[in-house]
Each structure stands twice: as structure tokens, then as C-alpha cells.
């Protein structure tokens, strides 16, 4: 998929997590190990789909839309243009995993 083929609700849901995963709270790190799910699950970890249980519902919703994105895409998540934005992700919740 390019990334002009998002719709413009993934486009909006998939900024919207990002957003929140630069955060510090305890749904900042929910959000965060959600979205590094998709971009690399065997070195950042898999997602257990009962964190979803604390997170507010427009975060859950934005997360549904993104699952749907990243099935429809077949891709990870730096073939849409986000390669930058998740890598930020990984510096902040996956430091350990940063190659200086």
C-alpha cells in the first residue's frame, strides 16, 4: 500500500496513537506497545489484547482502526512514510533496542 492509499480516518487514527505514545502515562505505554506490535512484534513485543481493557474508548476505537489499517496495508507501518514517528516510539518505550 502507498501512503496515499490510507483513508483519511487511519490516516487521522494512526497520528492520533502516535501522538499519545509520546506521552508518559500508563496509556501512553499501552498505546505504544500496541503500535510497536505491528512495527517489529519479535523485538518489541506482542500485544496482549486485554491491555486494551485500560485504555479510554476513543484510544480503543483509534486502535481498531489501526489494526484494520495495518491488515488492509500488509505492510509495516514505515512503507506508509511513519518510519520516523515509530522510531521515536522505540527511543522512548524500547531504548534498549536503539543502536548508537
Not at 41 to 52: E, I, N, R, V, W
Amino acid at each position: 500500500m502507498r501512503p496515499e492509499q490510507m483513508l483519511p480516518a487511519e490516516k487521522r487514527a494512526l497520528e492520533n496513537l502516535l501522538q499519545i505514545a509520546q506521552g508518559d502515562t500508563g496509556q501512553s505505554r499501552r498505546v505504544a506497545d500496541f503500535l510497536l506490535a505491528w512495527w517489529n512484534a519479535g523485538q518489541c513485543g506482542s500485544y496482549d489484547l486485554t491491555t486494551g481493557w485500560a485504555v479510554d474508548e476513543a484510544i480503543a476505537e483509534d486502535m481498531c482502526v489501526v489494526f484494520r489499517l495495518a491488515t488492509r496495508a500488509n505492510s509495516y507501518p514505515d512503507t506508509l512514510g511513519y518510519g520516523p514517528q515509530f522510531e521515536a516510539v522505540v527511543r522512548e518505550w524500547r531504548p534498549e533496542l536503539v543502536k548508537e
